[in-house]
């Protein structure tokens, strides 16, 4: 099965094609950014006048299934690394737990997920490139759902506003180090 990807210059590209090398260091760990920078990149996903990727609910319109293992097949959109709102979350191994020193990086998120003019957010999970890619696919969904639980739980965003997706460790941040920590994130992306 191929996936698409759909870049922020409207290039269509089907799996198997060389991705453009991104910039660790245009890479930024949106947890120590303040609310009206990460507000503001919302805004920019939002407007550059793009169709990102079908919501599950847009897909189900379309007659396409909406379930958890399914939307691992969605169209991802791969934002420029200045663009990316992604937050390092540091998981045990071979967990999806959401570890308690880990849930401060999320609470201006959370402030700015209360505030914002976005309709639905994709949370998208990733991982290094440590075992198997099907394990790693289904590793990242089960953290991105965690993260998504764990907004709609303790955060209280409405859990239609909030899509989990996971890619596994098919875009790492850090191409020099397909293995790095780096890697290992969550990103958000805002869909309508």
């Known amino acids: 099965m191929l996936n698409k990807l759909v870049f922020g210059v409207g290039l269509l590209l089907v799996g198997g094609l ?8 245009q890479a930024t760990d949106a947890s120590e950014m303040s609310a ?14 793009l169709v990102l990727a079908p919501t599950n609910q ?5 007659g396409q299934p909406d379930t958890a293992a399914e939307s691992t097949n969605s169209t991802y959109v791969e934002l420029a690394p200045e ?7 540091s998981f045990d191994f071979d967990s999806a737990a959401l570890r308690d020193d880990q849930k401060p990086k999320l609470a201006t998120l959370c402030q700015v997920m209360q505030t914002a003019d976005v309709g639905v957010f994709r949370i998208i999970g ?4 440590s075992g ?12 991105a759902e965690e993260v998504k639980r764990y907004l709609a739980g303790d ?19 850090d191409k020099d180090d397909p293995r790095g920590d780096a890697n290992r994130r969550v990103e958000f992306q805002a869909l309508s």
């Open 36 to 49: 009206e920078e990460m507000e503001n990149l919302f805004k920019k996903q939002k407007t550059r006048g």
């Open 18 to 25: 060389a991705l453009p090398q991104m910039s660790l260091a």
């Open 83 to 89: 663009e990316q709102v992604s937050i390092q979350i």
């Open 126 to 129: 990733h991982t290094d490139t």
């Open 132 to 143: 198997s890619a099907s394990y790693n696919e289904r590793l990242s969904l089960l953290r």
């Open 58 to 62: 847009e897909a189900t319109a379309a």
């Open 155 to 173: 955060c209280g965003i409405d859990e239609t506003r909030l899509e989990a997706v996971g890619v596994g460790e098919q875009f790492p941040i």
